[in-house]
Every structure is written in C-alpha cells, then in structure tokens.
C-alpha cells in the first residue's frame, strides 16, 4: 500500500525513527530479516571468487503485516509475494 510508512535501517540509530507504539510490529519483521539475512550471508560466502553481492538494508514497511514481502538484491527484486516462503 503506498500510504504505509517505510523506514530504510542501515544502522543501529536508523532504528530511533520508529515511532514507539510501532516498535513490537518492527521486532517481528526484524527476526524475519535476521533470519533470511543470516541464510543468505552463507549463500554469498561459496559463490565463485569475484562475485560481488551485498547484504541488503532492511527497509521496514509500517503496513500492519508481518514478515518479508520483498527483497531486492543488486537492483533485482527476489522475492515478491508476502505469503511466499523462502
């Protein structure tokens, strides 16, 4: 939905911008995030020499949903459907 809220989290003090009552949703997605990220940082330690990926920022949207509903690697969107598992 374009009205929600979103919040790029690219470091620790990104995290203050969350206004507090929407702080607990937050958490949840921030496990969710936690866990993929984890997963796809041991992806990216056995591709071939040379490949260059990063670990994305997680982008926090305030739509009341929890989990991952999207996730762009080096500008190419992986995943898209909010009920898709990884």
Do not use: C
């Not at 920022?57 to 992986?78: F, K, L, P, Q």
Request: no cysteine; proline share 6%; net charge negative.
């Amino acid at each position: 939905m374009s009205d929600d809220k979103r919040y790029e989290i690219e470091k620790i003090a990104d995290i203050l911008d969350i206004p507090p009552e929407k702080f607990g949703g937050f958490l949840i997605d921030l496990k969710q995030w936690y866990i993929f990220s984890r997963q796809f940082k041991e992806l990216v330690e056995v591709m071939p020499e040379g490949v260059k990926v990063d670990i994305p920022a997680m982008v926090w949207i305030d739509d009341g949903a929890h989990g991952i509903s999207e996730v762009t690697i080096n500008g190419v969107r992986v995943k898209e459907a909010a009920n898709e598992p990884f």
